[in-house]
């Protein structure tokens, strides 16, 4: 038979984590208005003809660094930054330049903006018409 204290922090470990759970679900109104009509595929069932490059590696393909692509676009009003997720323009979240990749950690759901061959093409034509003006 299992102590007493044993089942208390159980009991407290089951509340917190539903208190967690809760409050993710509460926040899911919020990131479905971020996203808008931008595609959600789910990392772990990607089409394996879909790639995609995610924010953080978007230096490599663009050819400027992280900080200032991110200032570009923001400049551009091409992303804002909303309830901790970027957000795409409204005129270009069905225009096939980015996606929303999602998963799943632990209870929590997490979005991540990534672009398409299309979108890298996009920035890197935005990234280099700033530097010749």
Not at 5 to 24: D, T
Not at 103 to 123: A, D, K, N, Q
Request: glycine residues 6%; hydrophobic residues 35%.
């Amino acid at each position: 038979m299992e102590s007493i204290s044993k089942i208390q922090l159980r009991l407290y470990a089951a509340k917190r984590k539903n208190g967690k759970w809760q409050l993710e679900m509460s926040r899911m109104p919020k990131r479905i208005s971020v996203i808008g009509r931008t595609p959600i595929v789910d990392e772990h069932y990607m089409p394996s003809d879909l790639q995609v490059v995610s924010m953080s590696k978007l230096h490599k393909h663009v050819g400027s660094y992280y900080g200032k692509i991110v200032k570009t676009l923001k400049e551009e009003g091409i992303i804002t930054k909303e309830y901790g997720m970027w957000k795409l323009r409204e005129d270009l979240q069905d225009k096939g330049i980015a996606v929303y990749v999602t998963g799943r950690m632990r209870c929590f759901y997490h979005f991540y903006l990534s672009w398409t061959p299309e979108g890298v093409e996009f920035i890197k034509e935005i990234i280099n018409h700033r530097t010749q003006h």
